[in-house]
């Protein structure tokens, strides 16, 4: 079993930054691939950035591409997703996710454990 744990929303205006962090607990944190999804209200679900259990391979939306980075230090815990130049359309509740597996990984289905997710707003 995994939890984990998503912190560092908020409300920023448009053109601003925010980090969100994941946090997990139980097993060996280094032995999964992590993913960000996040979820507007009336939306579906929709990865954001993905990342490999060691790091070393990563995969953004092109919604996302050029302006967040997902990170990872397996010797200190958290996953990182740093968001640059956001958008309103970045709005969402986003959520880490886990997932079994030595790629990286972009659907919903394919991941294990979730977290209870962060709100992220945008003001125009």
């Known amino acids: 079993q995994v939890q984990l744990v998503e912190s560092g929303g908020g409300l920023v205006q448009a053109g601003g930054s925010l980090r969100v962090s994941c946090a997990a607990s139980g097993r060996a944190f280094s032995s999964y691939a992590m993913g960000w999804f996040r979820q507007a209200p009336g939306k579906e679900r929709e990865v954001v950035a993905a990342i490999s259990r060691g790091g070393g391979y990563t995969y953004y939306s092109d919604a996302v591409k050029g302006r967040f980075t997902v990170s990872r230090d397996n010797a200190k815990n958290p996953v990182y997703l740093q968001m640059n130049n956001l958008k309103p359309e970045d709005t969402a509740v986003y959520y880490c996710?886990?997932?079994?597996?030595?790629?990286?990984?972009?659907?919903?289905?394919?991941?294990?454990?979730w977290g209870q997710g962060t709100q992220v707003t945008v003001s125009s």
């Open positions: 996710a886990a997932a079994s597996g030595s790629g990286y990984y972009i659907r919903p289905h394919e991941y294990d454990y």
